[in-house]
């Protein structure tokens, strides 16, 4: 790896290091977390409250300089609320946009199944095209622009699901789970003494860093590989509905990003292995089948994962 290759890493290794000061034991997750970040996805975590998903997404943000706007959703929470509105001045005989809390770099959706399914798919547009239209006129939100999501997945009472269109333009699903214990000590331990996260990089040095990943190699028997896994799940006898196209390209950005913050400059198998889960659990829909057999969506990733052969040139 040249020098100034890795030089160019850097920014992202300070990050990872700064988050780790707010959330402890859960590198793999947080890589994860960065990764969908320099491949310019949105991210949503699905996990039991109290765990630390808001308390990562605020450390990514500050750690970044990032201009951050922060939802909690609520069943009164308007689209307006996020797309902005138009409002009439008398002075001008003009109707003025007010930028709703899209308008920032990062946006933090908290309990995002909690509002109604007509707020939720506000944020439709925006996570896809990186743009609003209110009344009839489109404006860019700025770059880079990042939804971080979270969600309970327990406890169904005042929620709405996410319809299958809204889950699949996240580019990962993560979950953080319950710390270890030597963690949980770690944690109460840290609460005497707390430190604050502070900025590390500039928003410029993102913005680099993403055209950087952006550029990693991808081999021909990648593409193939990747094609491969994606065909098994919309053919799987468990499986009512597969990955789409656009989960294919995030998973082939997520693994360029990986490849990236591991030093390389090109994407091996073991990365789509790494990223596979996470930027998939949340686009399949299993039918009867797996249900009567009682496996969930990891079990039949995995399933699928291990049967696909690997390119053999690069095992």
Known sequence: MAAESYKGRLPAFAVIQEVKKAVIGKDDCIVKAMAAILAGGHILFNDIPGVGKTTLAMALSKSMSLQQNRVQFTPDVMPSDLVGFSIYQKETEQFVYQPGSVMCNLLLADEINRTSPKTQSALLEVMEEQRVT?????????????????????????????????????????????????????????RQVKEEVQPVI???????????????????????????????????????????????????????SLAFLRQRDYVVPEDIGNIFFSACVHRIVLNAKARAAHLDAEQILRGVLKQTPMPKAMR
Not at 215 to 229: H, K, M, P, S, T
Not at 238 to 255: E, F
Request: a neutral charge; proline letters at 6%.
């Open 134 to 190: 209110v009344d009839g006129v489109s404006r860019k939100v700025p770059s880079p622009f990042i939804v971080i999501a979270t969600q309970n997945p327990f406890g169904s009472a005042g929620t709405w699901m996410l319809p299958e269109a809204q889950l699949d333009r996240f580019m990962v699903c993560l979950q953080l789970g319950y710390p270890r214990l030597e963690d949980e000590i770690n944690i109460l331990k840290g």
């Open 202 to 256: 500039s928003k410029e040095d993102l913005l680099r860093m993403q055209k950087n990943a952006e550029q990693v190699f991808v081999q021909e028997e990648i593409y193939q590989y990747i094609g491969d896994l994606v065909n098994r799940t919309r053919n799987h006898p468990m499986i009512d509905l597969g990955i789409s196209p656009r989960g294919s390209i995030h998973i082939l950005q997520m693994a360029k």
